[in-house]
């Protein structure tokens, strides 16, 4: 029968070995078996905390919402785990950062771990830490990351690892210099952490839906938020506080939240596509220089499509989804599998609450999965390296970017191959040449080749 999540053990977890170990290549969700028969592939399962160790001493890169939130994460994930020092350019965000610290966990740093300004990621990493969490502006993180790389740092970046060709091959090189160091990288794409996700994928690894055909992904809402320049503000310090709205920092929505769902396609058809064509355009998003919306279709090299769709614009029909097609049978990749006549044919079992009534959700948070399964790889020697897989996911989502902004179709060489930089080479709280992030969105069918 179906294993629980709340029936996962520590020791489970420690002693499947030779499953953790082949996380570097697949990531952290392999596969886990199907009482249907024998399986041919079987997922680590999960602690509920990461196990007991020395202190490892963690440094947070980015004190903004998320990188805050990512903290609380790794305390949270196990025991003898500390923030020690905190990194960004802007001084509010590192003092709310430290407040938060400090009220929620009790967990005071002080003035001497606090480094401000563009290159506070060298300081925080150079400050005797065992752990870097990369949780700044996209733009910047390829450049944390080979220096934590560098100085032999485990590293938990969030998403996306890059916004630009150039960023990317950065990080790829990263991650054989990580693998010849014996380091372990986790990415922010908690999908691969959540036990629902990952039991679907191993009954579509066994093939309970026969051959993968197609997919439909989307990743349609509202704006996120946008920040309006404000008196006294200079042009960099505007656009860091509005970086949801400016292409060379996040790399345009579907880079920093549709990566999620590309990387389930990624994840679940074990390749990456060759060629994308989509549009897209910009109605009603009011600062930066980036789109509302993108539909794109992408084809592998074996002919097979799928269709991504994402969308930021108030007052729309909202969807965050996939639905992933086989010769047997379709799935939302989750927790459900259905036949070709809509029968559900499988459910993810989702444990108990305390309540005594079932829960609708894996009990513990991906986002604080995705430490616990870390800090657990440090201890344990069972390594994993996830840059590779988000450097697939994250480059086809470039490849999506330029065929909509340029009207043409894009290939995965022509990415991979692209000297294409996003945003200034050098930072200083000033302000930014036209010439280096333009303030208009880009026009289909006029816009350069990449």
């Known amino acids: 029968m179906r294993k629980k999540t709340n029936d996962l053990s520590r020791r489970e977890f420690i002693g499947d070995a030779a499953k953790i170990s082949a996380l570097g290549a697949m990531g952290i969700g392999a596969v886990v078996s199907s009482c249907q028969r024998k399986p041919e592939y079987s997922a680590p399962l999960f602690p509920d905390q990461a196990p007991d160790g020395p202190v490892l001493r963690a440094g947070l890169i980015g004190c903004g919402n998320r990188g805050t939130g990512a903290a609380m994460n790794f305390l949270d994930a196990g025991p003898n785990l500390q923030i020690v020092a905190l990194g960004d350019v802007l001084q509010d965000r590192m003092d709310s950062c430290r407040n938060q610290l400090k009220e929620r966990r009790n967990v005071e740093i002080p003035d001497e771990n606090c480094f401000l300004g563009f290159d506070s990621y060298m300081k925080v990493i150079d400050s005797g830490i065992d752990i870097v969490l990369l949780c700044e502006p996209s733009h910047f993180r390829s450049v944390s990351l080979r220096y934590a790389i560098e100085k032999r740092k485990h590293t938990f970046a969030e998403k996306c690892i890059a916004v630009d060709p150039v960023g990317i091959r950065s990080a790829m ?33 066994n093939g309970a839906i026969g051959d993968l055909i197609s997919a439909n992904i989307y990743w349609n809402q509202g704006l996120i938020r946008h920040v309006f320049p404000q008196p006294g503000w200079s042009d960099m310090e505007a656009m860091l506080r509005d970086f949801f709205s400016w292409r060379w920092l996040n790399g345009d929505h579907i880079l920093d939240q549709h990566v999620h769902n590309i990387d389930i396609v990624t994840w679940f058809f074990e390749k990456h596509p060759v060629k994308a064509l989509g549009f897209g355009g910009r109605h009603r998003r009011p600062t930066g220089n980036q789109f509302d919306f993108f539909s794109v279709d992408f084809e592998f090299d074996d002919g097979r499509h799928f269709h991504a769709m994402c969308r930021q614009i108030d007052g729309c029909s909202n969807n965050v989804s996939e639905l992933i097609y086989g010769t047997r049978g379709y799935t939302n990749a989750r927790n459900t599998i259905w036949d070709n006549n809509g029968n559900v044919i499988w459910e993810y079992e989702y444990p108990m609450g305390e309540d005594g009534q079932q829960l609708n959700r894996v009990p513990i948070s991906p986002y604080i999965q995705e430490h616990i399964n870390l800090v657990t790889a440090i201890r344990t020697g069972n ?67 990449t």
Not at 179 to 190: E, F, H, I, K, S
Not at 414 to 439: C, F, K, Q, W
Request: aromatic fraction near 6%; charge should be neutral; include cysteine.
């Open 173 to 205: 090189a990263s991650g054989k210099t990580a693998d010849a160091a014996g380091l372990n990288v986790v990415v922010g794409t908690q999908r691969r952490h959540q036990y629902d996700y990952v039991k679907t994928f191993e009954m579509i690894k």
């Open 383 to 449: 390594r994993i390296n996830e840059i590779p897989g988000i450097c697939e996911s994250n480059m086809a989502a470039i490849m999506g970017r330029e065929s909509a902004y340029t009207g043409r179709q894009v290939t995965w060489d022509e990415m991979m191959a692209s000297n294409m930089r996003l945003g200034p080479t050098e930072y200083s709280l000033g302000t930014i040449g036209p010439d280096l992030v333009p303030r208009t969105p880009p026009v289909p069918g006029t816009a350069p080749a």
